[in-house]
Each structure stands twice: as C-alpha cells, then as structure tokens.
C-alpha cells in the first residue's frame, strides 16, 4: 500500500490530474457542433476538490478556468450536502447563480463520489453561440436588463442520479434560433464530464482515496507558498493608478502589497450601465489572472495560489453588477481592468510588463438566412490582434490577448463553408500605429462578404478611441474598429452595435490595433525598417517621419 504522504506518488497524482483536464477539454473540442468551441476553444476544463477549489485546468481561455471554481460556490449555496448525489450533473449559465460571466457561456459541473463519498469535482464551460434573448447571437449593447438576453439556468441539475431531467433539455432546445447546434454543444459537454469522472475514479482505485485526497491538498499547499514566496519579493507598499477609457469614463484601481496579502480596490468607479458589466466574481477572475501573470506565471493556478489576494468591489458598479442588470458585454469591462492592472503595475513596476496591447475581446457576431439553405446561421467571432513590444523584442502579430488566452481565429475555410460569407481579405493591419526601436505586434484586416440579404452584424469592441500606449519613447499603437462597406459606397464605423443590418455584397471590415512600441523610432535598426517596409507594415514616407 502506498504511503498517504509519499512525494513521488503525490507527483504523479498531480501531474495525472493536469493529464485528465487536458482530456476532457480534447473530447469536449472534437465531439462539439460549433466552430466557436471546436476552432477558436472557446471553453475551458478543470478537475477541482471536493470542496469546489481548482485543483487542475486544462487548455483554453484563462479567464473561464476561474470561473469554474465559482460556479461550484453557487451550487454548494443553492443544494445542500446531502442534495449532492452521484449521478447529478449540473448547468448554469446565470451570472446569478455561479454563472460568473454571461448568458451565452454554459457552465457544466459533475461531482465525483467514490464508495458513496465525495471527492472530486469535474466542470467545463463554453460558449454557445445563441440561447435566446432579443437578438440572434444572445449578446446586445442595448441591453439593460438580464431577462433580455436569454435563457437563465439558475445552477439546476441537468442529470439527478443518473437520470436525465429532460424538461430541462426541452426548455433549452426551444430557446434557442440553433437547437441542432446547441443540442450537439450540451451534449460534447457531458461527454467531456463523463471522461474526467472516469479517470478520476481510475486514479482513485489506483492509488487509494485517501492519497489521491492528499495529493489534492499538497498541490494546493504548493500553490499557497508559491504566491507568498513571490509577494515577498515585491516592494511592499500602497500604489495607485487611473485610466481613461474610450467612452470617458475614468477607471481606478487601488494596490496594497504586504508580505501576506495582494489587495486589490475598485470601489471608486462608474457605476453599472448598459451591458457592460461584470459580476463580482468575473472581477475577481480578470484580477487573479494579472496577480499570476505579475508574480508568479509558472506557478499552478489552482485554489491555493490564489489564497494571498484579496478583491475589494462595491456593489452597483461596473465591476460588482447587482440583479437584473445586464453582462452580454462582460468581457470588455473585465478585459479592460485586466489590462489596467498590468498597466498600473508597470507604471510602478518598469520593466515587468511591455507596452500595451489592442486588449479587447472585439466580439463580432454575423448571421442570418444562408445564402445556400436558407438556415439560420449565427457566427460569433472574438478577434486577434497586435501585442506590445518589449526590451529587445518586437510585439506577436494576430494574437489573442493574455486574458483570452490559448485560443485561436476562425480560420478563413471553415467560415466559408459553415457560414454564410466570403472572406475576401484576411492579412495584417497595415495602419501606422507602434513604432518603436522594437514595433508593436500588428493587429489584423480581415473584410468579410455578406452572401444573402437581411443578414445582421453585432460588435463589441474597445479601445476604439484610446490606442495601446508606447513604452520608453515608443510610439502608442492603433485602435479597434468595424467598418461596413456598403454597396453604394457608403462606410459605417462602428465599436458598439447591435442588429446592423447588412444585405448581399456589403463588406465588414474587422480592423484591429497594433501594439505600442517600445524605445525611440529613431533607433530602430536599419535593416528591421527594410524589412517592415518589404512586408508592408510600413511606408516609405511613415519610415521618414518616424525612424529618420
């Protein structure tokens, strides 16, 4: 028999439990209808302890792994122990209820009994591309209520010992314009529940529960003494920070750093509007992904590295919504503060964090009848952009940001043949916008051709007025915007809109920013400008301006 407290052993059962994550999020990918899960992975998996506390992730958006441990809270708050049962599987999707993020985003959780004890828990969520509400796509910038944006599923079992709870199946199968494809979304989730809970049991049989219940807790030991051995190394002290945003409203954020704790105060901002709002706990996501990133990214992100920081919000505002307002838009609010908080660090931190990057999900979404079948097609697109250059190194090019993490665009084959429009352009964004001894990333241009009339355009995009900034001399980057092309000549530009209508042959150009450049234009090499030159990022009479 294996010792409880063997290090080797706890190794295994924490490097196996990192292998389970990463399977569940393999099955979930390949099995799933949309383009949005099974091409840009929008989605996220974890294996967590009995308690509800991340014990491992696997690959996707970063922001979605710390949803999941949330959304666990919410259900151990609406059920009681004993009301947890093997066999349950539960849903939700409502910021509410342990939902965190918005309506379009299904959380599914499973808990993982073994000789009638509970031990582990097993969730994902994704991204589903229409669950109702007063627009195709689910998410509206003129939304002010949550009851407008679709369907709510308060944390309710989907399974109850085994067996399917089908009202629950029906009422979402009829509250949604894609019910083939959202039936097939639901149910690559459940497979991908199905797969952790059995490899889980494995390990449990394997190694015995009472070690595999050990393992859990030193990994989440590790992470502890991981965070407060970084947060030593960082000057203690109080540090603060404003940022303007594109609408004019001015963001705050209030660091206090001491040995043991990481506090973060955001009490002293707008208060909530619109649908763009975040809840109190996507908050703490976007903070706790900066926290990592600033002190410690090599660490597990599990339960216990977190444990130093502390989120401070006030309820009514922009970041600490109250019921019923709206969160189509969450990820622009909490993308926003992300980038603010490596901003504010690297104002008081120089050197730590390069120069800013295009930082907006620029969520894009495209439907309507298909030009061929006449179906009802629904695409929803977050878009990649220019990074930020740092010491001795140009920005990355056509990147997701940090917050969204290990995702990838649609590519141009796959929205032609699953979509009803022609991507006529896909390339760089040559606009000026970055220069720097070393550039900012390039941000993309893509102009996608409408096929069929009646079809509808929604974006969300920001930094649409206030580019990336510069570093050291750098110059700023360039901003985020949608233009639409119309048949008669006619061009929109547009950052926030819902249900723009859009007929056969108009264009919809997605332009999204460089990244700031790092150090004077002036000392960039020479043969870095030729080459800019050749590849287009740059004319000639920008060179003259800029670098000479």
Known sequence: MTEPHDPVTFDIIQNALEAVADEMFVAQRKTSMSAIIYEVL??????????????????????????????????????????????????????????????????????????????????????????????????????????????????????????????????????????????????????????????????????????????????????????????????????????????????????????????????????????????????????????????????????????PLKVVTKPGTIFHVEAPGALGYYSEVEIRLFDMLLRALSSHFPGVVPAGNFASICGTVVGGPHPVTGRHYTIVEPQVGGWGAWEGCDGNSGQFSGFHGETFNCPAEIAEARYGLSVDQAMLNAEPGGEGQWRGGKGIDVHYRVLADNNFLSVGYTRTRIPPWGVAGGLDGSVNYVEVRRTDGTRERLSFATNVVVNTGDVIRVVTGNGGGFGDPKLRAPEAVAEDIKNGYLTEERAQAVHR
Not at 112 to 129: M, P, S, T
Not at 160 to 187: C, H, K, M, S
Not at 252 to 258: A, E, F, G, N, S
Not at 272 to 291: H, M, P, Y
């Open 42 to 307: 929008d989605l996220s998996t974890s294996v967590l302890d009995k308690d509800g506390q991340i014990a491992a992730s696997g690959a996707g958006i970063p922001a979605f792994i710390g949803v999941l441990d949330k959304a666990i809270a919410g259900i151990f708050k609406k059920f009681k122990p004993e009301d947890i049962r093997p066999g349950d599987l539960f849903a939700s999707n409502d910021p509410y209820f342990g939902g965190v993020t918005h309506l379009n985003d299904m959380v599914l959780a499973a808990p993982v009994f073994h000789d009638g004890k509970l031990i582990a828990w097993v969730a994902n969520i994704a991204h589903w591309n229409d669950v109702g509400g007063n627009v195709p796509g689910s998410m509206s910038s003129d939304a002010t209520e949550i009851f407008q944006e679709g369907i709510r599923i308060p944390a309710v079992k989907l399974f109850e010992e085994g067996r399917a709870n089908q009202a629950v199946f029906d009422i979402l199968y009829v509250n949604t314009r894609l019910p083939d494809f959202l039936r097939g979304d639901l149910w690559a989730g459940i497979a991908g529940l199905r797969i952790g809970e059995r490899r889980i049991l494995e390990l449990v049989v394997k190694y015995g529960a009472a070690t595999f219940e050990a393992a859990v807790a030193d990994f989440m030991a590790f992470g502890a003494r991981r965070a407060r051995a970084a947060l030593k190394r960082i000057p203690a002290g109080t540090y603060t920070f404003e940022e303007e945003q594109d609408t004019g409203a001015i963001h705050k954020v209030v660091l206090t750093i001491t040995d043991e704790e990481f506090i973060v105060d955001l009490r002293d901002n707008p208060a909530q509007k619109g649908s763009s709002n975040s809840s109190r706990e996507g908050t703490e996501i976007a903070v706790q992904l900066a926290f990592k990133s600033f002190t410690d990214p090599e660490a597990p992100g599990n339960g216990g590295f977190f444990q």
